[in-house]
């Protein structure tokens, strides 16, 4: 299935591309980035994107994979992340088509209320098992995953754009 690009056509996207890009986010969550409260989940906005891009091949099974995965690394509750990236990739699919007729800057404030829903869940999974309250400056990582949405599509669509080059005989 090929997506519109505002300009470009897309040619379809390689299942390879997208274990390799959540892969790629995975990992980017397992860095060490100390005390930096800011640093966005890679995976939740990874998700939300193909949620966004490739409903059909990247959905909530997925996302409940990923989730435990991040819950093990994370040595958190079993199921805390799954079930708030399953949410999320939920609300990404229902919106997707929606969120497809606008310019990556316009739908990152389509995807800023998903990710601030992701952690108001997180919130209050740890609120009944542990009674610790993050404090507002948790919210910046929804924040900061929001103002690089854009950068995060032109980098995951790359390798789908078509080289331009003018045919006069081909209509696309």
């Not at 274990?19 to 790629?24: D, E, H, R, Y």
């Not at 690394?73 to 999320?88: D, I, K, P, Q, R």
């Not at 919210?139 to 599509?153: H, K, M, T």
Request: proline share 6%; with cysteine.
């Amino acid at each position: 299935m090929m997506m519109m690009d505002r300009d470009n056509i897309l040619l379809p996207v390689s299942p390879t591309f997208i274990a390799v890009s959540l892969i790629g986010a995975s990992f980017l969550n397992i860095l060490p980035w100390g005390a930096w409260g800011w640093v966005p989940d890679f995976v939740a906005l990874t998700l939300v994107f193909w949620s966004i891009y490739q409903p059909r091949k990247v959905g909530i099974g997925v996302a409940f994979i990923m989730g435990l995965v991040m819950d093990v690394h994370n040595a958190s509750l079993l199921g805390e992340n799954a079930l708030a990236y399953t949410l999320l990739s939920y609300f990404a699919i229902t919106i997707h088509r929606r969120v497809l007729w606008f310019k990556p800057t316009t739908q990152a404030l389509h995807v800023l209320p998903l990710l601030v829903v992701m952690q108001i869940i997180q919130i209050l999974i740890q609120l009944a098992v542990s009674s610790k309250e993050p404090g507002w400056s948790y919210f910046l990582q929804s924040l900061v995953a929001a103002l690089i949405w854009p950068v995060v599509c032109w980098v995951l669509l790359a390798p789908q754009r078509r080289a331009i080059d003018h045919d006069e005989t081909r209509p696309i």
